[in-house]
């Protein structure tokens, strides 16, 4: 993996994460609801021997949530670990490239700047100084491929 390309893994990990959250929060929502409805004698009733099958099938619904919510967890911690590692990087960056270089990594693929010229402005220097440090930081971490091994 190229430094080039670790870095949009990490924008791409960084904007997936919202809308991870946000379809996660919703399936806390879906089972809480579903927990609710059951315990509230929405199910669970059993008539002359026999299972409600509405409660079978709210019992099957709230199992299918919980996997859901498990694999959604799982996708939401892979992303920040993403993220994570990307920051981590963030003082090696400071120590070998420049203090600048790392804010404008930071700005940028982490907190998601829309354009390098947001991010010149934000450091009070030219888009092609921006352009220039991040350029460096890229062809610092080509030069060591290990920075960018998530394992």
């Known amino acids: 993996m190229t430094a080039a390309e670790f870095w949009g893994f990490v924008r791409s990990s960084a904007a997936a994460i919202e809308g991870v959250h946000a379809e996660l929060v919703a399936l806390i929502d879906a089972d809480a609801e579903c927990v ?31 996997r859901q919510i498990a694999d959604k967890r799982a996708q939401l911690d892979e992303l920040e670990s993403v993220v994570g590692h990307a920051l981590a990087l963030l003082p090696a960056i400071v120590a070998n490239v ?28 030219s ?3 921006v352009r220039a440090d991040c350029r460096a930081v890229l062809d ?3 030069a060591k491929p290990r920075l960018m091994d998530f394992s």
């Open 36 to 66: 609710t409805w059951y315990v509230s004698g929405g199910g669970a009733s059993v008539h002359s021997g026999l299972s409600d099958p509405t409660a079978d099938m709210a019992m099957r619904r709230q199992a299918d949530l919980s």
């Open 98 to 125: 420049s203090e600048r270089a790392a804010i404008a990594m930071e700005l940028y693929y982490i907190d998601l700047a829309d354009t390098w010229s947001e991010v010149a402005a934000e450091l009070c220097v």
């Open 127 to 129: 888009r092609e100084t």
């Open 140 to 142: 610092w971490m080509d």
